[in-house]
């Protein structure tokens, strides 16, 4: 009893939200991953991209539920989501054609790039705060809990609940049908395959006959469905904070670091490791010892890692752990 | 004057103050396979980037059959049958040879984005074509038992010969080839030498090749074109190359061998 207690307790608090954030931080890391490989710049303007795709789905939301309109059980959210893609994907086109697009007939180098990413990010920044405001909303609706702890806990006997939010299956099921089709497509299509040549090697896919309008345009397109589910995803779990969305960036930036920058397949894994990482390293274990210890060894304080307020370092680490010792098989094949 | 496929006309390229072309003039015609000859850093590579679109130059002018095609970017002459290898070769490492010969055709035309994300039997039907066509490349290159070996692990001679089938995947109008046969042992050289043949006779391409070693070039090539410093030197048959006195002297003490 004790032991499956242990088993509940740690796949309620590590494993349960390890896979939600996990799917979350994959999914924007895909997103950044995909802008390297193919348009070569690490984009700081990511997070804000995030935050505004999910500003608009916030706001097509509240229209409809002023319409009366809901999804049944589930989140409203889900209707306004493609909504919020295509305004999103507009955003990313117009800064490309403005700014990007500018800066990459005139070759210029990768700094400059990131720098110009800054400026969109204060760009974007601002425009969400002046539109929905810098607080905490929670557009959550439809129904909350597909198990509550309580339920299990009559329904098993056991002392340790496990509670299973209906955003978190969302976000798990949103992420294997997302993936899915995103790796369909660059392993299997004809036009998947050659924004992978396009990525490995650019003079080689133009002298192919690659369009690199074409691919560039392409890569927005997916990177921005990418940016507004993983982003109404984590705000439909936890709640929508501009300047949080902004703070993800580390995290997604180290998923995509450990990856392996430029490959999708990489962030995917690096999403998740970055997300049990910072879960189990920051979750207390003092009541899991305690089912498994006999009363004599019973720890005493909390045996945890680090303050949940550190959590940003944990992926910081990581970031520099892995550059200092991998940094070959990360940057393979890329030039920063 | 119809038979002159690429006309090169004063062609000035410098890097800072490097001038790497330096008004160069030189015409191909069509289904010759042209040699081009140069000690090193003579700009021979540099030529090669700016008729196929790597580079543009600073002043100058390209024409291919008639067409000015000087600011022509690589993918769209690719469309118009203008193909080149690379002197170090290129290749999409982490993908097999065949997938790295089946991407080559580019967009198809009319090929609609969200099209190619459904399952179609015209695409696949398409897509079998060009696994067709691959597949008899690489026959015709007697590499069939690389398929699915991933590119990046090849050596470099067969690199050499994956990327003279990526120009044999579309029905080219010329090819430029940069030294495909450095660094390709004496069997594979004779491969590759009759392949050339072989398509310039079969299939009407017009090769024009930048190599070093004397007897690949006079085997194959006529006119030879030799260039010195940026600009054309001498332009000729082998065999008159070989007694110019003007191209001996540019050679002399290059280590250059006959
Ligand atoms: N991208 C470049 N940037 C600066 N200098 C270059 C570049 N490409 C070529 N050069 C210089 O131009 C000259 C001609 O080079 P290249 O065309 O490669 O000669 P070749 O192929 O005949 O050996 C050389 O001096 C080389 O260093
Ligand atoms: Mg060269």
């Given at each position: 009893m004790d032991f499956l207690n242990s088993i509940i307790l740690l796949t309620n608090f590590i494993i349960v939200p390890g896979i939600t954030y996990g799917s979350q931080l994959a999914l924007g890391a895909i997103g950044v991953t995909l802008i390297y490989g193919v348009l070569r710049f690490a984009n700081?303007?990511?997070?804000?991209?995030?935050?505004?795709?999910?500003?608009?789905?916030?706001?097509?939301?509240?229209?409809?539920?002023?319409?009366?309109?809901?999804?049944?059980?589930?989140?409203?959210?889900?209707?306004?989501?493609?909504?919020?893609?295509?305004?999103?994907?507009?955003?990313?086109?117009?800064?490309?054609?403005?700014?990007?697009?500018?800066?990459?007939?005139?070759?210029?180098n990768p700094v400059t790039f990131i720098v110009v990413s800054l400026?969109?990010?204060?760009?974007?920044?601002?425009?969400?705060?002046?539109?929905?405001?810098?607080?905490?909303?929670?557009?959550?609706?439809?129904?909350?809990?597909?198990?509550?702890?309580?339920?299990f806990k009559q329904l098993t006997g056991l002392n340790e609940g496990l509670a299973i939010k209906s955003t978190q299956v969302i976000t798990l099921i949103t992420t294997i049908i997302t993936c899915a089709l995103l790796f369909y497509f660059l392993n299997k299509t004809k036009t998947g395959k050659s924004m992978r040549a396009y990525s490995d090697n650019e003079d080689l896919a133009l002298l192919s006959g690659i369009d690199p309008k074409r691919i560039v345009l392409l890569t927005w397109v997916i990177v921005s469905i990418l940016a507004t589910v993983a982003g109404t995803l984590y705000g439909l779990d936890k709640s929508f904070k501009p300047f949080t969305y902004f703070n993800n960036l580390l995290p997604i930036f180290a998923a995509t670091i450990v990856g392996g920058i430029g490959n999708p397949l990489g962030a995917f894994y690096g999403g998740f490791l970055?997300?049990?990482?910072?879960?189990?390293?920051t979750y207390a274990y003092k009541k899991f010892f305690k089912y498994l210890m006999p009363e004599s060894l019973e720890p005493s304080t909390l045996i945890q890692f680090i303050s949940t307020d550190y959590k940003f370092a944990i992926s910081f680490a990581i970031l520099i752990i892995v550059l200092i010792f991998r940094p070959n098989g990360i940057f393979k094949g890329k030039v920063i | 004057m119809s038979n002159i496929l690429v006309k090169v006309e004063n062609i000035?390229?410098?890097?800072?103050?490097?001038?790497?072309?330096?008004?160069?003039?030189?015409?191909?015609?069509?289904?010759?396979?042209?040699?081009?000859?140069?000690?090193?850093?003579?700009?021979?590579?540099?030529?090669?980037?700016?008729?196929?679109?790597?580079?543009?130059?600073?002043?100058?002018?390209?024409?291919?059959?008639?067409?000015?095609?000087?600011?022509?970017?690589?993918?769209?002459?690719?469309?118009?049958?203008?193909?080149?290898?690379?002197?170090?070769?290129?290749?999409?490492?982490?993908?097999?040879?065949?997938?790295?010969?089946?991407?080559?055709?580019?967009?198809?035309?009319?090929?609609?984005l969200l099209y190619s994300l459904l399952y179609d039997k015209k695409i696949k039907k398409e897509d079998e074509e060009i696994r067709d066509k691959a597949m008899e490349v690489l026959q015709f290159l007697k590499i069939e038992h690389l398929k699915n070996e991933r590119a990046g692990n090849l050596s470099g001679g067969q690199k050499k010969l994956l990327?003279?089938?990526?120009?044999?995947?579309?029905?080219?109008?010329?090819?430029?080839?940069?030294?495909?046969?450095?660094?390709?042992?004496?069997?594979?050289?004779?491969?590759?030498?009759?392949?050339?043949?072989?398509?310039?006779?079969?299939?009407?391409?017009?090769?024009?090749?930048?190599?070093?070693?004397?007897?690949?070039?006079?085997?194959?090539?006529?006119?030879?074109?030799?260039?010195?410093?940026?600009?054309?030197?001498?332009?000729?048959?082998?065999?008159?190359?070989?007694?110019?006195?003007?191209?001996?002297?540019?050679y002399l003490g290059k280590g250059i061998k006959k």
């Amino acid at each position: 009893m004790d032991f499956l207690n242990s088993i509940i307790l740690l796949t309620n608090f590590i494993i349960v939200p390890g896979i939600t954030y996990g799917s979350q931080l994959a999914l924007g890391a895909i997103g950044v991953t995909l802008i390297y490989g193919v348009l070569r710049f690490a984009n700081f303007a990511y997070g804000d991209l995030m935050a505004f795709g999910t500003m608009i789905v916030i706001l097509v939301t509240w229209y409809l539920q002023s319409k009366g309109i809901s999804f049944g059980l589930l989140p409203t959210a889900l209707i306004a989501l493609p909504v919020g893609i295509l305004f999103t994907i507009a955003v990313s086109l117009f800064f490309d054609k403005t700014v990007f697009e500018y800066y990459r007939e005139k070759k210029s180098n990768p700094v400059t790039f990131i720098v110009v990413s800054l400026g969109i990010m204060f760009v974007l920044n601002a425009v969400v705060r002046i539109i929905i405001g810098p607080n905490d909303i929670n557009f959550m609706d439809g129904h909350k809990f597909i198990m509550k702890a309580r339920e299990f806990k009559q329904l098993t006997g056991l002392n340790e609940g496990l509670a299973i939010k209906s955003t978190q299956v969302i976000t798990l099921i949103t992420t294997i049908i997302t993936c899915a089709l995103l790796f369909y497509f660059l392993n299997k299509t004809k036009t998947g395959k050659s924004m992978r040549a396009y990525s490995d090697n650019e003079d080689l896919a133009l002298l192919s006959g690659i369009d690199p309008k074409r691919i560039v345009l392409l890569t927005w397109v997916i990177v921005s469905i990418l940016a507004t589910v993983a982003g109404t995803l984590y705000g439909l779990d936890k709640s929508f904070k501009p300047f949080t969305y902004f703070n993800n960036l580390l995290p997604i930036f180290a998923a995509t670091i450990v990856g392996g920058i430029g490959n999708p397949l990489g962030a995917f894994y690096g999403g998740f490791l970055i997300a049990f990482s910072e879960i189990a390293l920051t979750y207390a274990y003092k009541k899991f010892f305690k089912y498994l210890m006999p009363e004599s060894l019973e720890p005493s304080t909390l045996i945890q890692f680090i303050s949940t307020d550190y959590k940003f370092a944990i992926s910081f680490a990581i970031l520099i752990i892995v550059l200092i010792f991998r940094p070959n098989g990360i940057f393979k094949g890329k030039v920063i | 004057m119809s038979n002159i496929l690429v006309k090169v006309e004063n062609i000035v390229k410098s890097f800072g103050g490097l001038v790497a072309l330096n008004d160069c003039s030189l015409d191909i015609k069509t289904n010759s396979i042209t040699g081009i000859i140069g000690p090193n850093g003579s700009g021979k590579t540099t030529l090669f980037n700016v008729i196929t679109g790597n580079l543009k130059p600073d002043t100058g002018n390209i024409f291919y059959n008639g067409i000015e095609i000087t600011n022509y970017e690589s993918h769209e002459l690719f469309h118009l049958g203008i193909l080149r290898t690379f002197q170090i070769a290129h290749e999409f490492t982490n993908m097999t040879v065949i997938e790295n010969l089946m991407v080559v055709p580019g967009d198809q035309k009319g090929e609609k984005l969200l099209y190619s994300l459904l399952y179609d039997k015209k695409i696949k039907k398409e897509d079998e074509e060009i696994r067709d066509k691959a597949m008899e490349v690489l026959q015709f290159l007697k590499i069939e038992h690389l398929k699915n070996e991933r590119a990046g692990n090849l050596s470099g001679g067969q690199k050499k010969l994956l990327e003279l089938a990526r120009t044999m995947m579309v029905d080219a109008k010329i090819v430029f080839l940069d030294e495909v046969g450095a660094g390709v042992n004496k069997t594979l050289l004779k491969d590759i030498s009759e392949s050339i043949l072989k398509l310039n006779q079969d299939k009407g391409y017009t090769f024009c090749m930048i190599e070093h070693d004397f007897n690949f070039i006079s085997e194959l090539c006529d006119p030879v074109i030799v260039l010195a410093e940026g600009s054309v030197l001498f332009k000729g048959t082998a065999q008159e190359v070989k007694q110019n006195e003007q191209v001996i002297e540019s050679y002399l003490g290059k280590g250059i061998k006959k």
